[in-house]
């Protein structure tokens, strides 16, 4: 194909792009959300106190910043993505647009192109003004040189947070069930899998349990600090077997490269730092270790001893019970690891919204987005629900309705907005991960699914 | 543009537009045949010719539209336009469509409108900016091309539509019901415009059920009824009237008549002599210019202005730069057929003469021209021409409605090219205002 095609093509696919935005513009439904957002955004910046502390104010905005320009942006996705093609084919512009040098297929991706644009640009806009607030709250605020560094370290931050290596219990399990089986001990009401799932949580709890006098070591690979002198946080959160009376556990913590004890180095080459800490149980706790107690190879070892005077056995809970936190990146550049994340989400409602309007009317097509848009929203629930409802359904659950429901977007599941309130590093691993699952398989299928349908119908209207 | 066309001319088999037993049968949600709204249709439309699709409402000529243009796909049957599918932008690039209603963005304001249509034709920015002002210019909207064009009257946005579909200076141009919502000006501007596309070698499928309008501009022209082709031909041929003559005049004095219907009677026997009756459309022209010169306020569309889209010379020049990026400026392939006139009284005028008309005053004529007449020169004051006596007598519109599709009905296709009359076509206002008399017997 010639450049000068190629070149007709870009122009003709810009012109729709072009159209679809002054469409959504001067449609006023744009400018409606564009005024919410310009007003609520500053109001909110100054009229959230959040638990009154400058951390809870910040982190209080961003998490309502960001999730007020997050539910506007989708919803004005959703209402130009569907408005755009069905109004097209029903008001009957569409007969003056296909019969000019245009394929169909472009002209979907004209409106696509669009519709994201105008959602690139109002997202930009838009967290640009979060962050500009966000930046500025402590210095408007008045707070101490103490609280600032505080946010600093635990608010303007990104940090990467390791959990210790699961250990494999299969084995243990599999022997515990096999003997619970033999004994005629198996819950006869639950699934074989729900006994072996509940066998595993059991044993790996054992597993990050410390009675009293023993320990627990954990260890970590891959620490790698932003900047080598950096501080590391241990967060961690005790659990007991009897609650102490003054509801404190008191424990020692080593944290630094502990092979140098275990393989009794000469010499050390870097600090292992000790912890003497009373922290009370069931409650999120950090401790600040310097960075120089992480080996050159990224080592760190992080050991728990449960003083005898506790009298209970001390478990970490699993998920979030022990992690090490390290900054791993700028505040700046994980905010934007965010919005791109709230990106991918808009581009996949677009490209769903233009394909369901490829074969539904406005209405219709409307409220099949908006549907998926919130069961996207707690998809956790609603998978485990039709996990719960499909027993027994087989094949044709496996073979028809889920293919269909692992369509579903998951929006709950990529949630940009916790991380930056707890500060956490969005890695580049994660926004890949949701663009290929959102955008390249999940939005690519839907998007192919209504360009065929679009190719291949009638758009006329029958008129006899 | 011109080979092709005089090619297409001359083998038979190459059409503008060819359907092959195009059918178009609606079913309802259970998949039951519903309406059969076009039934077997075999259409053949030359290169270079202006085409009328006629029919009543619902006889399925919008559908077979449609159908043309791949906005619908046939039960049966298919259909080539420009000798491919519609659904290919090499074709389309060679189509100008005016859908039935004009469907615009209502949120583009008239310039917007052009520039996005020309970009779909990939148009690059200069030609599209210059055609964009000549079509503005053309259809006399220039003054409010900024205003967005859902404020437009039907009238108005009728005359965007127009130019849209004109913007990549098409080959083909397939107008479905192109004057509805139009002034009898502007009415009469797109048959002339029409005419002068023709006259560029364009193919023009006009598709209508304003009987006036397809017998003023339409080479040939098929009737619909019920989905099927009921009759098709030469309009020229399908109306004649071989049977009877007419001869038009300056003013005579009383003597001549005389003399002349004493030398039709020694020939033929019957003769009338009476004079002509004004057409109503030529008469409101006239009157609405004659106030427009006047500078009489109004609230509605100038005229002047939007006869300005088809007035005289500035037509000329403006479908010159629509055509010219192209190299083809004067391209008539039967032009000379087509620009035919008939300069003065013919040889066997004193023949068969059976009725002899005043023609109008002379000022009359010229405004008419100076407003609608692209070619003629204007200072002919008195022309006296043979004329073929009108078909249609002005009598009551259901009963002229009639007549002709009872004529058309009767009549089979005639592909005598000699029939074909395009002088009055050409001029358009310079014809003579027709007769409403029939001849007496």
């Not at chain 1, 439904?29 to 951390?55: E, H, R, W």
Request: with cysteine; net charge neutral.
């Amino acid at each position: 194909m010639s450049r000068g095609q190629e070149k007709n093509k870009m122009r003709s696919l810009w012109a729709v792009a072009k159209n679809t935005i002054a469409q959504a513009v001067r449609m006023k439904v744009a400018v409606i959300f564009i005024i919410l957002l310009i007003v609520l955004l500053p109001l909110m910046s100054m009229a959230m106190p959040g638990d009154g502390t400058l951390k809870g104010r910040l982190q209080t905005f961003v998490s309502y910043g960001l999730g007020l320009t997050n539910l506007l942006l989708c919803l004005l996705t959703i209402i130009v993505s569907t408005y755009t093609l069905a109004s097209d084919i029903k008001e009957c512009q569409i007969y003056t647009v296909l019969t000019k040098p245009i394929r169909r297929f472009q002209f979907l991706c004209g409106k696509l192109l669009g519709v994201v644009l105008l959602d690139l640009v109002l997202l930009a806009v838009f967290c640009g003004v979060i962050y500009g607030l966000t930046v500025s709250i402590p210095a408007m605020s008045g707070a101490g040189v103490e609280e600032i560094e505080g946010v600093n370290n635990e608010f303007f931050t990104a940090r990467a947070a390791l959990a210790p290596i699961v250990v494999d219990v299969s084995e243990e399990v599999r022997e515990k069930y096999e003997k619970l089986q033999q004994q005629g001990q198996l819950p006869a009401q639950l699934l074989p899998a729900k006994v072996l799932a509940e066998l595993t949580r059991q044993k790996e709890l054992e597993k990050r349990a410390a009675a009293p006098g023993t320990e627990l070591v954990w260890e970590f690979d891959n620490v790698r600090p932003f900047e080598p002198n950096d501080r590391i946080f241990v967060r961690f959160k005790y659990d007991v077997s009897v609650n102490p009376p003054d509801l404190n556990v008191y424990g020692r913590w080593l944290v630094g490269d502990y092979r140098q004890y275990q393989f009794g180095a000469m010499e050390m080459k870097t600090p292992i730092y000790v912890f003497d800490r009373k922290d009370i149980i069931r409650t999120f706790h950090e401790i600040i270790v310097p960075g120089d107690a992480v080996a050159s190879d990224g080592y760190l070892a992080v050991v728990f001893q449960n003083i005898p005077l506790n009298d209970t056995v001390v478990i970490f809970p699993l998920g979030e019970g022990l992690e090490v936190l390290y900054k791993a990146r700028s505040f700046t550049s994980n905010f934007i690891l965010a919005c791109l994340v709230i990106a991918a989400r808009l581009i996949f409602l677009a490209a769903f919204g233009i394909s369901v309007s490829t074969w539904l009317s406005f209405p219709v097509a409307i409220l099949t987005c908006l549907v998926i848009y919130f069961t996207g929203s707690m998809s956790e629930f609603v998978f485990e629900s039709l996990d719960f409802l499909t027993v027994g359904w087989g094949r044709f659950y496996s073979f028809v309705i889920m293919p269909v429901v692992k369509l579903l977007p998951q929006f709950d599941q990529f949630n940009p907005t916790e991380n930056m309130v707890s500060a956490r590093l969005l890695s580049w691993s994660f926004l890949g991960y949701v663009f290929g699952i959102m955008i390249c398989i999940k939005a690519a299928i839907l998007w192919i699914l209504g360009v065929v349908i679009f190719t291949y119908r009638e758009v006329a209207k029958v008129t006899v | 543009m011109v080979n092709r066309n005089l090619q297409s001319e001359s083998t038979d088999s190459q059409y503008a537009i060819e359907t092959f037993t195009l059918t178009k049968i609606f079913t309802d949600w259970w998949g039951r045949n519903k309406v059969v709204a076009v039934d077997n249709l075999d259409l053949k439309v030359r290169y270079n010719e202006v085409f009328g699709l006629l029919g009543p409402n619902g006889s399925g000529k919008t559908t077979t539209i449609k159908l043309l243009l791949s906005l619908l796909h046939p039960t049966k049957g298919r259909a080539l336009v420009l000798g491919g599918d519609s659904r290919e932008p090499k074709i389309t690039a060679r189509i100008g469509f005016l859908p039935e209603e004009s469907y615009l963005y209502r949120y583009l304001s008239a310039r917007e409108t052009l520039d996005f249509y020309g970009r779909l034709f990939g148009l690059n920015a200069k030609l599209r900016k210059m055609r964009i002002e000549a079509l503005l210019e053309m259809v006399g909207l220039q003054a409010m091309a900024h205003r967005a064009v859902g404020t437009f009257s039907k009238g108005m946005a009728r005359r965007i539509g127009l130019a849209q579909a004109l913007i990549n200076d098409p080959e083909l141009l397939i107008l479905d019901e192109p004057t509805t919502g139009l002034d009898p000006i502007g009415t009469r501007q797109i048959k002339d415009l029409i005419k002068q596309l023709a006259d560029r070698g364009k193919t023009v499928l006009l598709c209508s059920h304003l009987l006036a309008d397809v017998e003023d501009v339409c080479d040939r022209i098929a009737i619909l009824y019920g989905g099927r082709l009921q009759s098709q031909g030469r309009v020229a041929a399908l109306l004649e009237r071989a049977d009877k003559k007419q001869i038009t005049t300056g003013a005579l004095s009383a003597d001549a008549i005389e003399k002349i219907k004493r030398v039709v009677q020694a020939e033929a026997g019957q003769c009338e002599i009476t004079s002509p009756m004004e057409r109503l459309e030529t008469f409101f022209v006239r009157i609405v210019t004659e106030a427009e010169k006047q500078a009489q306020p109004t609230s509605g569309a100038v005229i002047s202005k939007s006869m300005g889209f088809l007035a005289a010379k500035s037509a000329e020049s403006i479908l010159d730069k629509l055509v010219a990026p192209e190299g083809v400026i004067h391209s008539k392939p039967d032009g000379a057929k087509r620009n035919m006139k008939v300069p003065g009284p013919s040889p066997g005028a004193a023949h068969g003469l059976e009725e002899v008309r005043d023609i109008k005053p002379v000022q009359d004529e010229e405004v008419l021209r100076s407003l609608t007449d692209a070619v003629e020169p204007t200072s002919r004051p008195v022309r006296k021409k043979e004329t073929k006596p009108p078909t249609v007598p002005d009598v009551e519109p259901e009963q002229a409605g009639k007549s002709i599709l009872e004529e058309l009905s009767e009549a089979t296709e005639n592909g005598s090219e000699e029939s074909l009359r395009r002088d009055s076509d050409a001029g358009g206002p310079d014809d003579e205002p027709r007769t409403g008399e029939k001849q007496d017997a």
